[in-house]
Every structure is written in C-alpha cells, then in structure tokens.
T-cell receptor, first 111, second 112 residues
Framework: GESVGLHLPTLSVQEGDNSIINCAYS??????FIWYKQESGKGPQFIID?????DKRQGQRVTVLLNKTVKHLSLQIAATQPGDSAVYFC??????????FGTGTRLTIIP | SAVISQKPSRDICQRGTSLTIQCQVD?????MFWYRQQPGQSLTLIAT?????????ESGFVIDKFPISRPNLTFSTLTVSNMSPEDSSIYLC?????????FGEGSRLTVL
C-alpha cells in the first residue's frame, strides 16, 4: 500500500548548527503534509505544514520543502537548541483528516 | 488549538483484561481519531470515532478488539479488549477540523 517513510532513523547535530530531516512519500495524490515533533512521554506536536501546491513554507526557525517530482519532503531546523531534541514525524493527509505517519527520526542536539 | 485530555495517562494491565481509555476535548469537534504507537515506532490509525454512528476501522483493526464510543462532539472512549502483551502501546486520541490534527498526551498501556 501507500507509505510514508524516512531516510534516516537517527540524527545528531551540534547545538547551534542547522539540521535537515528527510521524508519520502509514495502517494502522489496526497495534498497536505505535516511535520510533528514528539518529545519523550508526550503526544505529537504540530510544527509546520505544507500544501501540495507549494514547494516551500517557513516558520519560526523551521522550513519545510516539498519536491513533488521526487516525492520528497524535508524539515530544516535552523540554529538548533537542546529543546529541539525529539522524534520528528512527517505525515501525509489525503484531504479527509486521516494521517499516514512516517517512521520517525530521532534528533539529538549535542551541547 | 484544541486541548485534549486523556485518561488514564498510563496503566499496567493483566493479560485477558480490558481497559477503557477516555478522551475529552475542550471544544466541539467533528473528527476524532484513535491512534496506536507501539514501542519505538510510528503512529498507526486505529479508527475514526464518528458521533452518533459506529466507528470506522482501518485495516487490521476490528470493533470486537477495539470498541469505540462517541456519545457527543467532545468525548470518546477506546476500549482495548482481552489484552495481550502485544497490545502494550501508547494509545493517542486526536482531533481535527481544518486539516491540522491535535493530539492528546497519550495513554501508555503495559500488558503483563
């Protein structure tokens, strides 16, 4: 079936550096993508989203890039901080509020 | 954003028993969902909790194992029936009306 997956399961980044988390999706009909952050013992927290008619969207210290040609999604976090350490999930929405989640990447910020 | 409260936050259960998880939202929402997150893994949608009608289950999940109630627009329950150690997971309630989904803190179940 259709799936959403990540290239790297773990990522360690020096505090202050930028990080990039990647995600591949396979359903070309998806029209909405979301990045979630999940800290230990907590539920997923919305970070940023992007619609399929866009290729880039920026938030505070975060940027999501969407490449529909290769079905690739990335989350860039600028000037990483210790509080950015978490598991990050990409999720795919088919327009009916149901989400298909990727595998997840554990980001560790090294002080 | 919606504030979602789940109970219990965690529990240790005996094999063969059943446990009901409650999800309360601070505002009326159309869509409520239940997800499962097995240890170290991603989230998998169990079902959509429909207000006033039977829940809609995803492939691999059945009503006998995961009965769901949705008596109104702010509340839902998920029961994990006849539990086995394989049911040890975090169960998450989520709500959404405009594409963005909000999640509760989850209910962490350990089945012995």
């Amino acid at each position: 079936g259709e799936s959403v997956g990540l290239h790297l399961p773990t990522l360690s980044v020096q505090e202050g550096d930028n990080s990039i988390i990647n995600c591949a999706y396979s359903n070309s009909a998806s029209d909405y993508f979301i990045w979630y952050k999940q800290e230990s013992g907590k539920g997923p927290q919305f970070i940023i989203d992007i619609r399929s008619n866009m290729d880039k969207r920026q938030g505070q210290r975060v940027t999501v890039l969407l490449n529909k040609t290769v079905k690739h999604l990335s989350l860039q976090i600028a000037a990483t901080q210790p509080g950015d350490s978490a598991v990050y999930f990409c999720a795919e929405n088919f327009g009916n509020e149901k989400l298909t989640f990727g595998t997840g990447t554990r980001l560790t910020i090294i002080p | 954003s919606a504030v979602i409260s789940q109970k219990p936050s965690r529990d240790i259960c005996q094999r063969g028993t059943s446990l009901t998880i409650q999800c309360q939202v601070d505002s009326q929402v159309t869509m409520m969902f239940w997800y499962r997150q097995q240890p170290g893994q991603s989230l998998t949608l169990i079902a959509t909790a429909n207000q006033g009608s039977e829940a809609t289950y995803e492939s691999g999940f059945v009503i006998d194992k995961f009965p769901i109630s949705r008596p109104n627009l702010t509340f839902s329950t998920l029961t994990v029936s006849n539990m086995s150690p394989e049911d040890s997971s975090i169960y998450l309630c989520s709500v959404g009306d405009t594409g963005e989904l909000f999640f509760g803190e989850g209910s962490r179940l350990t089945v012995l």
